[in-house]
């Protein structure tokens, strides 16, 4: 995708060929700012701080975290320990521990004078696999939009997505708005409706910001608006991404994501959630019972951070002083309120049949 027309991804190798520079998230859509991350503890800031953020690149950057620890130190106890302290970071998207796994995996059965080339090299790999897996389910995603379009005769699909499920939570395309991408790309007349997502405001500070600078037509609506649009009518599809959907398709995305799922129920709109493989924890059946919810800093509710008209970035206090306040960072939406899941493989139903009968290797590993 592009920012300024300039064609961009999330995460890279800086020109010194060892550092590893990221967009700072938390100074968009008021500055685009380049970080560089120099150490493994640096990257795992970058992702508490939310500097980086989203499911899939919350992994690539814990992938390039491993790299940069095996650069001051190689050994088994270096790795453990990078393992385990980008481990911590956040909570609930399993994309995390699958890169880690994986880095883990690869690192761990070679010597350590091979391991630092091997862990930029697959730090690399799982970028550009994940530009790759989020091309496809935007391939899968469009074919929805397409049937959709077909019914509208050539007025907008309108589309409600939630959060920021866009090319900035991943390395490239997004998953939620790769289909949008996609249909906008081939002509396709699409409006999204954009959830502003408190408290963080991903929605309105980084979808509404990657729609913008892509040309696609949009409106940013505050959170509690949804249920109003869909009563109306004015919502064809809804669809959102995951942070951890388990083998039975339940599926923890952004706070607010249930309710919208709720709303769509009730007004029989089509509610999808775009994913890729490593969004799967196959571990887990019960997503109420065993997802774990991130809780952050309540300051996150009280304050909002805005720019002065034509002036520097600041944070207001917007609660009463002293009131104290819950920031729970997810939801869980349970499977029989998804109409469906698009993944790299193509789409299926939100069950364990329906994930089964896309990666059918998960039932042979599991027997
Ligand atoms: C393709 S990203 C899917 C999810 O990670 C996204 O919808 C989301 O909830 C991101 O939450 P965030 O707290 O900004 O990391």
New binding site residues.
Partial sequence: MRIDGRPMRTIWVGADGWSVEIIDQTKLPHLFEVAALRSMEDAARAISH?AV??????GATAAYGVALAMREDASDASLERAVAVLGAT?PT?VNLHWALNDMKACLGAASPSDRLDLAYDRAAQICDEDVETCRLIGAHGLEIIRALAEKKDGAPVNILT?????WL??IDW???TSPIYQAHHEGIPVHVWVDETRP?N?GAFLTAFELGQEGVPHTIIVDNAGGHLMQKGKVDFCI????RTTASGDVA??IG?YLKALAAADNGVPFYV??PHS?IDWSLEDGLRDIPI?ERDGREVTAMAGRIPGGEVVEVDIAAPGSPAANY??DVTPARLVSGFVTERGLCDASREGLLSLYPERAREAS
């Fill in positions: 939310m953020r989203g499911a899939p690149l919350i956040r998207a939630h959060c920021n499920a866009g939570a991943c997004g998953t939620a963080r991903q959102v991404g995951t942070d995305n952004k994501t775009a994913l969004t991130e960072g997810f």
